[in-house]
């Protein structure tokens, strides 16, 4: 009866001046508060920044991780004030070895077996326990192969982030070096006090299957752990880590920093009975011991150098996407971390100090001139293959084997043999429906998908790198664009494009490179050609037996000619007949029988 009677009063209330001129302001106040918490304005008031002295001091430790993120150089895993890209596990890896470092677990393979989980925990903590607050970012450095993460902390109330204590740690799974796992970290104490730190390592589960104890060779001390992982027919796989003996606790002078690496070395063995664990073990500890001496006495720099150099060989090579049209295509993003995530799932031949001379030199004449790969349709749509999101390691692994054998089945069996620098091979000319024959490389795109612009670069041809590109003019008509970047001994190479009508171009190392236009024929063949002969492009040209030869515009307009006549015909019909409905109407109203005249009369 209460609220009855309230609502009753209501439009009364409302009839006053004032009270609908508060109501005015109210909704007023109410408009600009969602547009200023949910539009542009906010922000303007709100960049997201972290605040206070960690906060400035994580963005100057990082400042430059957006710069190489738009670059394709860095993927960022979390930060208080960007997006993170990474939809995936934060791993490092180089074929033998895998670690999610945000989950701390050790994933091992053999040369017989694929990767399995492990019980046993690899990464180092470092902490302190007066910290007040605390920032951090991580990030994914493609060129380098390492996950880097840097947390600025406050030990005392302060208001100035020179008086915040910076602590940066890289992961790497070691490139060259497949059972070498480096863990780097890096402290800055810019303030007038001493501050200490807890450093440990985190014990197994119980009932973990590894069992630790403290190795000493010559003057040097580390931790040496055997464990096994059982495997589905019964047998086991027997895993060895030796560990850099980490001190327990470390104190940073003020105005000072402090640098520590600890490393560890991984071996496992194939698949074996109960009956030959110890004499495996002896085995696997005895390496495990040797490279452990022989890592402890190389330079830090010297190690870290060795790795990235390495990574930064194998993003020479890589896939750029430009302009994306539709839905289907992966973005630059997406290609980053599946050719990051497949390259340290396998292992690299190529660089192991350990393959024979004859072997690499097998290799690289496979690398340089892949006969046969990639046959078939590109894989630029295949969602499957160039996935948004990781689940995790598992996820990750099984693309690994999709792709493998996807490369397998479609003529580059020996670039996966090659390793790393094999798949980034491999993948490449998937993406783009490259195709190397007995005597040229095509490429042979679906032309229904060159709406999109991107680029292909470090395509080896020989010991030549070649990038390719499908870029759009100022009418968004496609063209090709071809440069050369000569490695060894100059050889000539030449192209021509769908058809080879045109005489065939050489291809020189300017800058500016060389632009093909886009044909397509009937029947469909190759778009592009590029060959070492001469005499081989020349004599191409007469063996296509093609029926018509249409610029690209002209091709899709014959696919897609528009709305077909019965379509036109009928919507002209209902215009006319509504006009000739309308004319009816009038003529009736003003000149058929008992119409009214237009007129009156004054008399």
């Not at 992966?330 to 690299?348: G, K, R």
Request: aromatic share 10%; glycine share 6%; charged share 20%.
């Amino acid at each position: 009866m209460w609220l009855q009677q309230k609502l009753k009063g209501l439009p009364g209330l409302l009839s006053s001046s004032w009270a609908r001129r508060v109501l005015a302001v109210l909704g007023f106040l109410f408009i600009i508060y969602w547009y200023m918490s949910s539009g542009p304005m906010y922000k303007f008031w709100y960049s997201g920044q972290p605040r206070g002295a960690p906060g400035a001091c994580l963005q100057t430790q990082t400042k430059q991780w957006k710069a190489l993120a738009e670059k394709g150089d860095v993927m960022i895993v979390a930060h208080p004030s960007e997006e993170a890209k990474l939809q995936g596990p934060a791993a490092v890896g180089n074929g033998h070895i895998l670690v999610d470092v945000g989950k701390n677990t050790l994933w091992v393979s053999s040369s017989s077996v694929s990767f399995h989980l492990t019980d046993y925990p690899l990464l180092t903590f470092v902490k302190h326990s007066g910290t007040s607050s605390e920032v951090h970012a991580t990030a994914v450095f493609l060129r380098e192969g390492l996950i880097r993460t840097v947390r600025c902390m406050q030990i005392e109330k302060s208001d100035s982030a020179r008086d915040c204590v910076s602590v940066r740690e890289d992961y790497f799974a070691h490139r060259s070096r497949p059972h070498v796992y480096v863990q780097r970290i890096h402290i800055t104490n810019p303030s007038d006090r001493v501050v200490a730190f807890d450093i440990s390592t985190q014990k197994p589960l119980a009932g973990a299957k590894f069992s630790s104890s403290v190795e000493k060779v010559q003057d040097r001390q580390f931790f040496l752990s055997s464990g096994r992982v059982s495997l589905e027919d019964g047998k086991s796989m027997l895993v060895v880590v030796a560990t850099k003996k980490v001190v327990s606790r470390v104190q940073v002078s003020p105005k000072s920093e402090f640098d520590e690496t600890f490393v560890s070395v991984i071996y496992t063995s194939d698949p074996i009975d109960s009956g030959k664990l110890e004499e495996t073990f002896s085995k696997l500890r005895e390496a495990a011991k040797k490279e452990m001496l022989e890592v402890m006495r190389m330079r830090v720099e010297d190690l870290f150098n060795e790795h990235q150099q390495i990574w930064s060989d194998l993003f020479v090579s890589g896939i750029e996407m430009r302009k994306i049209k539709d839905a289907h295509t992966p973005t630059s993003d997406t290609i980053n971390i599946t050719l990051y995530y497949m390259l340290s799932s396998s292992l690299a031949p190529l660089v192991d100090p350990l393959i024979s001379n004859e072997e690499r030199e097998k290799m690289e004449l496979t690398l340089n001139y892949a006969d046969h790969c990639f046959s078939g349709h590109a894989s630029m749509h295949a969602e499957n293959l160039w996935p948004s999101k990781f689940g995790g390691i598992t996820q990750l692994l099984q693309l690994w084997d999709l792709w493998k054998l996807t490369l397998q089945k479609r003529g580059c069996k020996s670039l996966v043999a090659a390793g790393a620098h094999g798949l980034m091979q491999g993948m490449m000319l998937s993406f783009g429906g490259l195709q190397f024959t007995e005597n040229h490389l095509q490429f042979q795109s679906d032309p229904h998908v060159l709406h999109n612009s991107y680029a292909l670069r470090g395509i080896h041809y020989n010991k030549d790198l070649i990038n390719l590109a499908v870029l759009l003019d100022l009418d968004e008509k496609p063209f090709l664009h071809v440069s050369v970047k000569f490695q060894d001994k100059l050889v000539k190479l030449y192209a021509c494009e769908a058809g080879c009508l045109n005489e065939p171009v050489e291809l020189t190392s300017e800058i500016k490179g060389h632009i093909f236009p886009i044909l397509v024929t009937q029947p469909l063949t190759p778009l592009l050609y590029i060959s070492t002969e001469l005499t081989h492009l020349q004599d191409l040209r007469h063996t296509l037996h093609l029926k018509e030869i249409l610029a690209h515009e002209e091709h899709m307009a014959k696919q897609y000619p528009g709305l077909p006549f019965l379509f036109w015909f009928s919507v002209a019909s209902l215009i006319t007949l509504f006009h000739l409905f309308l004319f009816k109407l009038i003529y009736n109203e003003y000149c058929g029988p008992g119409a009214k005249p237009l007129f009156r009369s004054k008399v």
